[in-house]
C-alpha cells in the first residue's frame, strides 16, 4: 500500500523523501516496481472490467448482489464481499427514484371484493395467483398512465398498457393482453387495489366469464399489494426516474423496451434466485417435465 503511494506521488516528491517519511527503504520500492502488480491486483483490474461490464449491461441498475450473481452465471469464481468492495472503489451505484402521484379513486358506488391474497405473494404454479396495479410518467405533452398485471409465480409482467387516461378502458388493455398471451385456467385469483377502473362493471364482467376470482386491498393500505408496488418502484427507479421524454409515444416505447427485453427477460431478480422472470419460469417447466 505504501509503495503504491509512493508510485503515486513520486513525480511530485523526491523518491528517497518518500520512503524516509513513509518508513520504507528506496532499495524495497525498487524491488517492488520490478516485481510488477501482485497476482491478487491483476485479478481484481480484470474483475472491475467485468463488473463495469455488468453494471452498463444492467443499464446501471444493479447494485453488488444483482452484479456478483451476473458475475457468477458468467463462471466468475469471485465472491460478493470483493464485488462490493471493487464497485465502491470503482463508484459504481444503482440508480434511484423520485417523483409521487395518486393513481387510486376507490370513491366510487362499485361493489369492492374481499382481499383474499391477505399478503400471500407467494405462488407454486404460473397463472395461480396475478397482482394488477397504475402507476403515471411524466412527458412533455403530460401525463401517461402505466397498467401492469404480474404473475407472483415468477413476477413477470403477464400485461401491460399505457395510456394518457385513467380510466377503465387503460386497464382492460392491460388484462386482455395478459389473458390472450398466458391463457389461465379457472380459478386464477387476481389482487389489485379497490379502484374505479378495477371495480367497474365491464373489468368485472371479464373476470366473471374467465372464471377468475377476483381480491381487492383494504382501504389505504398500499402493502397490501406490495409485489405491484414494488415493480413500479423498480421501473420508475431504473428507467422512467432518469428520463425526459418529449412525448408520450417516445415514453411508451422506452417502457415497452425495459418490459419486454430487459425486466422480463434479462433483468435478475432476488426473490428468483437472481434468476430472470423467464429463465425462471423455463427451469421451473423443466424440473417438471424432468420430474
Keep these: 500500500m505504501r509503495f503504491g503511494f509512493i ?8 523518491i528517497r523523501l518518500l520512503c524516509r517519511v513513509l518508513e520504507v527503504s528506496a532499495a524495497g520500492f525498487y524491488a517492488w516496481c520490478q516485481r510488477g502488480p501482485s497476482e491478487r491486483a491483476r485479478k481484481d483490474a480484470t474483475l472491475r472490467v467485468a463488473i463495469r461490464a455488468a453494471h452498463v449491461e444492467s443499464r446501471e441498475t444493479y447494485g453488488s448482489p444483482r452484479i456478483h450473481a451476473q458475475l457468477q452465471a458468467e463462471d466468475w469464481p469471485v465472491g460478493r464481499t470483493r464485488v462490493a468492495r471493487l464497485m465502491r472503489e470503482e463508484g459504481l451505484s444503482p440508480r434511484r427514484k423520485r417523483r409521487f402521484r395518486t393513481t387510486t379513486d376507490s370513491k366510487h358506488s362499485h361493489a369492492v371484493a374481499a382481499n383474499l391474497l391477505a399478503r ?16 403515471y410518467v411524466w412527458t412533455r405533452e403530460g401525463w401517461l398512465y402505466l397498467a401492469a398485471i ?15 387516461r385513467i380510466d377503465q378502458g387503460l ?37 366473471r366469464e374467465r372464471g377468475i376470482v377476483c381480491s381487492m386491498s383494504r ?38 423496451e425495459y418490459i419486454e427485453v430487459f425486466y422480463n427477460c434479462r433483468r435478475r431478480h432476488s426473490a428468483l434466485g437472481y434468476l430472470s422472470p423467464v429463465d425462471y419460469e423455463a427451469a421451473a417447466l423443466k424440473a417438471k417435465v424432468a420430474a
Excluded at 404480474?150 to 394518457?164: I, K, M, P
Excluded at 382501504?219 to 408520450?248: M, P
Aim: charged share 25%.
Design 120 to 135: 400471500d405473494f407467494t405462488a407454486s404454479l404460473p397463472n395461480e395467483r396475478w397482482v394488477a396495479d397504475i402507476t
Design 171 to 207: 386497464v382492460s388493455a392491460a388484462l386482455a393482453q395478459a389473458l390472450n398471451t398466458r391463457c389461465p385456467e379457472l380459478g386464477l385469483l387476481h389482487h389489485s387495489d379497490r379502484g374505479v377502473q378495477y371495480a367497474s362493471n365491464e373489468y368485472q364482467r371479464v373476470l
Design 7 to 14: 508510485q503515486a506521488e513520486k513525480a511530485s516528491y523526491p
Design 150 to 164: 404480474l404473475d407472483l409465480f415468477s413476477r413477470r409482467a403477464v400485461g401491460w398498457a399505457t395510456d394518457e
Design 219 to 256: 382501504k389505504g393500505n398500499c402493502w397490501d399489494n406490495a409485489v405491484a408496488e414494488s415493480f413500479f418502484a423498480t421501473i420508475k427507479g431504473e428507467l422512467i426516474d432518469h428520463q425526459d421524454y418529449l412525448t408520450r409515444e417516445q415514453a411508451r416505447a422506452s417502457i415497452a
